[in-house]
């Protein structure tokens, strides 16, 4: 028996602290130990992209991060970043636009198009292709996710002006 | 699918994590990204007794430029060299290349360091390097020595490397004026893994390119130099001569059949893209293809 491992991150903005087997990834961690099953998980070898989280601001596969690599950081998944509001134009542009069926792939298209509107407010078409190229999505054949995460970029300028 | 159980431990400096690997033996790997340490672990197509976490030596970060060099840590990822003003103005070959290595969320973990190390024949690291004529400097518990890319790169996820040494730095000759680079390969999708590509460097002068410098990936067991049609490319260019360069590929290939494509469609590929290098490079219009 491998001992667990003592670690303490931010979890969206809260402290936690817990003991952890190294073996246990990221994504396993925040669903089993935290409860935070918003982020979810596909094919646990990278292929998917369903458990991307942010570490440290920038959006990872959080299957292929061990919990225990964690220690320090800080963590921020759907739920914290969703509370926060910094997804809304997002959000309300998926739901206008059914850029989401099951809804299995959303949480995180959303973070990965919210990274992409960070660096780049205004991306092309083929920009956000490149951009959500990691993230699988079973339903939607992808045309309305592309639309709303250009009608996203589009009202978050429109606000701005 | 979920990793069997190790033991981890945060190595503070490269002499440390050397160490590490002297007292585990066989049964200790190094961490860097984890972004193909881990789906092997997470699907169990291996296991191991210790993870050595090299990701906090920060000496093993950054990228300089000295002389005519570039030296790159082996620890930084690929998002860094994405952004790398140094990159793209001395190693234009590998700014071109790193775009096609995975995805952002990829990208924010892996290293060029656990790239070059992990040997994977598709990947185009491996190829720039060979194309670049990069020097490998690695650590182990007898000191340090530098290997050229073309003695590293053993076969199917082999390298140079014994298992208790440590890939540190990169270092590139930065391109000398008049040298142009060639990037491109086909796969099923933005990111992944190529079926067939080439990474190219030469000094194109007049009708005719000198010093070129042609790797494929993706075809074969490893990244695979093709001096025989890099000689025929140096006399002045003509359609004959690009069917002859384009028909020795065949000496210096040695395709694979797989689900992605027949090992007869990978030669296809290549010629068709040995035929796009040569048009760039001689900034000919891309139809006379
Ligand atoms: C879905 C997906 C798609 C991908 N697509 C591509 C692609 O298109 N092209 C591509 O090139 N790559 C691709 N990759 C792989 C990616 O580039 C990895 O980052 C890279 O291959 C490994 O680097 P790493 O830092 O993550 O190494 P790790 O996974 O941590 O390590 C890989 C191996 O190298 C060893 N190692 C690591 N660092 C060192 C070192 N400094 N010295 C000695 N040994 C070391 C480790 O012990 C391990 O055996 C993909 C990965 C995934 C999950
Ligand atoms: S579950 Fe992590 S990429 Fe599929
Ligand atoms: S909405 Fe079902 S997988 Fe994308």
């Known amino acids: 028996m491998i001992a667990p491992t003592p670690i303490t991150l931010t979890v969206n903005g809260e402290t936690v602290a817990a003991q952890v087997e190294p073996r246990i990834h990221l994504t396993d961690f925040l669903r089993e130990n935290l409860g935070l099953t918003g982020t979810h998980i596909g094919c646990e070898h990278g292929v998917c992209g369903a458990c991307t989280v942010r570490l440290d601001g920038e959006i990872v596969r959080g299957c292929l991060v061990l919990a225990v690599q964690a220690d320090g950081k800080s963590v921020e998944t759907i739920e914290g970043l969703s509370d926060s509001g910094a997804l809304d134009e997002l959000q309300a542009a998926f739901r206008d636009r059914n850029a989401l069926q099951c809804g299995y792939c959303t949480p995180a298209m959303l973070l990965t198009a919210h990274e992409l509107l960070a660096r780049n407010p205004t991306p092309d078409r083929a920009t956000i292709r490149e951009h959500l190229s990691g993230n699988y999505c079973r339903c939607t054949g992808y045309q309305a996710i592309i639309d709303a995460v250009e009608i996203a970029a589009r009202a978050r300028a429109g606000a701005k002006s | ?289």
Do not use: W
């Open chain 2, 1 to 289: 699918m979920k990793a069997a159980a190790f033991n981890y431990a945060r190595a503070a400096s490269v002499d440390e994590a050397v160490q590490m690997l002297v007292r585990g033996g066989g049964g200790a790997k190094l961490l860097a990204g984890g972004q193909s340490l881990l789906p092997a672990l997470n699907l169990r197509l291996m296991s191991l007794d210790l993870l050595v976490d090299i990701t906090g030596i920060a000496a093993l970060r950054g990228i300089r430029v000295e002389g005519g060099t570039l030296k790159i840590g082996a620890m930084t990822r690929h998002a860094d060299l994405l952004t790398s003003p140094e990159i793209a103005a001395h190693a234009p070959l590998l700014a071109k290349a790193i775009a096609h290595v995975a995805h952002p969320a990829i990208r924010n973990r892996g290293t060029i360091g656990g790239n070059l190390a992990h040997a994977d024949p598709a990947s185009e690291l491996p190829a720039c390097m060979l194309a670049l004529g990069a020097t490998l400097v690695i650590q182990g518990p007898s000191g340090q020595r530098r290997v050229q890319a073309a003695d590293f790169f053993l076969g199917l996820y082999q390298t140079a490397l014994a298992p208790d040494e440590i890939l540190i730095a990169i270092e590139l000759p930065a391109l000398a004026s008049g040298e142009r680079a060639f990037f491109h390969e086909y796969a099923r999708r933005m990111g992944d893994y190529a079926i067939v590509g080439l990474a190219a460097q030469g000094k194109p002068a007049g009708d005719r390119i000198d010093a070129l410098r042609l790797v494929y990936f993706g075809v074969g067991e490893r990244a695979g130099s093709c001096p025989a049609a890099a000689r025929i490319l140096q006399q002045r260019h003509s359609p004959a001569i690009l069917a002859e360069a384009q028909a020795a590929l065949a000496a210096d290939l040695q395709p694979q059949n797989d689900h992605q494509a027949s090992a007869a469609m990978r030669l296809h590929l290549a010629r068709t893209l040995l035929a796009r290098c040569v048009n760039e490079l001689l900034g000919r219009a891309e139809a006379s293809a």
